[in-house]
């Protein structure tokens, strides 16, 4: 059964300063990866996927990811970050080797960007 | 054009009562998800639909947990005999339904619900 581990509970990061956000995931077959964030009082928004290809992906608002097959990770990162930046993150995953729609989704990791 | 919605946006009820929770997908879109969010927890992957039927209800918690799509759109979540446990957040999600697995999930506001 496909996992996600979002090691850290919470990120802290001086505005203009780069942050990523970590994420680790276990699948059988081939992982289908998203980033999603979540305001106060909002529902989650998609920020970008991983499906195939390139190993950078380039989503909203800046931000960034890297699929890395051999660490079994996809990182959230950007470059500068910004105070409104500071919202709960969370990375996702589908498994081609189970061949069902289910997604799996991490704990959440806090951002705090700090002005 | 108009996103997920979903109704009520809070709902308490007493232990052993029955909720019902209503999500309104993007019109169009042919799957729909719900998921349940615990507090400090992420989403919960309880159900998918395409079109009418549940394709995977794997998540379900038990059999007080039921969900129906009879006409390919509007879904509707039931918990029969609620408990204290299932306070959380419920979450419904949509995607377009042809593009696979790749596919980008739209999610709703959700449906705060307390159980008393």
């Known amino acids: 059964a496909q996992s996600v581990a979002q090691p850290e509970d919470q990120v802290n990061v001086a505005e203009g300063n780069p942050l990523t956000v970590k994420c680790t995931y276990s699948v059988s077959g081939n992982p289908y990866l998203f980033w999603y964030v979540q305001y106060p009082n909002r529902g989650l928004q998609f920020l970008l996927k991983y499906i195939t290809g390139d190993n950078l992906v380039k989503g909203s608002y800046g931000f960034e990811a890297e699929f890395n097959k051999s660490q079994t990770s996809f990182h959230l990162k950007k470059p500068s970050a910004l105070v409104s930046d500071s919202a709960l993150y969370f990375c996702?995953?589908?498994?081609?080797?189970?061949?069902?729609?289910?997604?799996?989704f991490g704990a959440g990791t806090r951002l705090f960007v700090k002005a | 054009g108009a996103g997920v919605s979903q109704t009520p946006s809070n709902k308490v009820t007493e232990k052993g009562k029955y909720v019902e929770l209503r999500c309104d997908p993007i019109s169009g879109h042919t799957a729909l998800y719900w998921y349940r969010q615990s507090l400090g927890q992420g989403p919960e992957f309880l159900i998918y639909?395409?079109?009418?039927?549940?394709?995977?209800d794997s998540g379900l918690p038990n059999d007080r947990f039921f969900a129906v799509r009879p006409e390919g759109s509007v879904s509707t979540l039931k918990i029969q005999r609620t408990e204290r446990g299932d306070s959380a957040v419920y979450l419904c999600?949509?995607?377009?339904?042809?593009?696979?697995?790749?596919?980008?999930?739209?999610f709703g506001p959700g449906t705060r619900l307390l159980v008393l």
């Open positions: 999600a949509s995607s377009p339904g042809s593009g696979g697995m790749q596919e980008t999930q739209y």
């Open positions: 639909f395409q079109g009418t039927g549940a394709a995977d």
């Open positions: 996702a995953v589908r498994d081609d080797g189970t061949g069902g729609f289910k997604t799996i």
